[in-house]
């Protein structure tokens, strides 16, 4: 018994750390979008592209995203706004949200 609950301790574990690596890949792609967005003003469309093709299904849904037309609606919104990720996740940027979204419900 001992050892069937330590192999799915280590199942869990283990899918836990592949849902995190392909979630890495989607926010590169987000940057790599951001990217395209500055530099020939296309990141939106490049990234609804890769998230309807095959590829990028697969990758949201493996990073336990759904990979429905609102997602794809969120990922073009945030492209478009043109922050990076690493930045849009800081708590600094966060909390420079937060303050703002606050000062304009007064």
């Not at 990217?35 to 990028?56: C, F, L, T």
């Amino acid at each position: 018994m001992a050892e069937f609950v330590d192999g799915t301790a280590f199942n869990h574990e283990q899918g836990t750390r592949a849902r995190k690596l392909f979630a890495a890949v989607v926010l590169a792609a987000l940057d790599d979008a951001i990217a395209d967005d500055k530099k020939y003003g296309n990141g939106p469309e490049q990234i609804a592209r890769w998230a309807r093709s095959r590829d990028g299904r697969e990758v949201l849904s493996c990073a336990g995203i759904d990979p429905c037309e609102r997602v794809v609606d969120g990922l073009m919104e945030f492209v478009s706004k043109g922050i990076r990720t690493s930045v849009a996740l800081s708590r600094e940027e966060s909390e420079r949200r937060h303050a703002q979204e606050a000062a304009e419900a007064a």
